[in-house]
Structure formats: C-alpha cells, structure tokens
C-alpha cells in the first residue's frame, strides 16, 4: 500500500503561483511514476501531468503545458506540482496518483489521495 497525502491548496487570484505537495509513505516511493489529475465542479477527472520514477521524464497535458512543473525529491518522498500564471479554469480539486506502469494519462494508478482544492478567483 502508498498513503497518499496532498498539501499545498488554497485560494489565489488569477495570475497567481502556487506549489502543491504530495507526500507518500508506505511502499517504496521511488518505485512508483507520479501523476497529478484535477477535477473541476461538475466535470470529470482530467489528467494534469506525471513523473516517472526518476523524475527524468515528464508529460503534461496540453492545457498546463508550459505553465504547470512536475517534479520529485525521492529522498523526501515527495512529488511537487508548481503552478503558474493560474487561471480560473484551473479551479479543481487536485489529486496526486501512483502508478507502476507508466506515466501517461492512460496508464493505470494504483494509488490516490484524498485531493487538494485550488481555487482562482478572476
């Protein structure tokens, strides 16, 4: 089993950062690709970005693309989603997820957290 426990939400105006946490204990962090996914109010769950093991390798959805950074500190057991330039379309909750085989938006996640709520104010 991986707990898993998001950290970081809040309440921001458009234009804003803001730098979510997920911190895992249990198995092996570093045995595990990381995936964060967002779900708006009245929306489905929709793929934001993943990590794989090493933290070598990325892939995000076009929507954050070049306004969202995935990384990792496997020593601390932590992956992290930095936000930038948000807009109030990124208004979800936000949902951090471990997989062992892969990283894309298709591969299955094994393991969820309870989610974060991020909220954009126009």
């Known amino acids: 089993q991986v707990q898993l426990v998001e950290s970081g939400g809040g309440l921001v105006q458009a234009g804003a950062s803001l730098r979510l946490s997920c911190a895992a204990s249990?198995?092996?962090?570093?045995?595990?690709?990381m995936g964060w996914f967002r779900q708006a109010p009245g929306k489905e769950r929709e793929f934001v970005g993943a990590i794989n093991w090493s933290g070598i390798n990325k892939f995000y959805a076009d929507s954050v693309k070049a306004r969202f950074t995935i990384s990792r500190d496997n020593a601390k057991n932590t992956v992290y989603l930095q936000m930038n330039s948000l807009k109030a379309e990124d208004t979800a909750i936000y949902y951090c997820?471990?997989?062992?085989?892969?990283?894309?938006?298709?591969?299955?996640?094994?393991?969820w957290g309870q989610g974060t709520q991020v909220t954009v104010s126009p």
């Open positions: 249990g198995r092996t962090f570093s045995n595990y690709h």
């Open positions: 997820a471990a997989s062992r085989s892969g990283y894309s938006p298709t591969s299955k996640y094994d393991y």
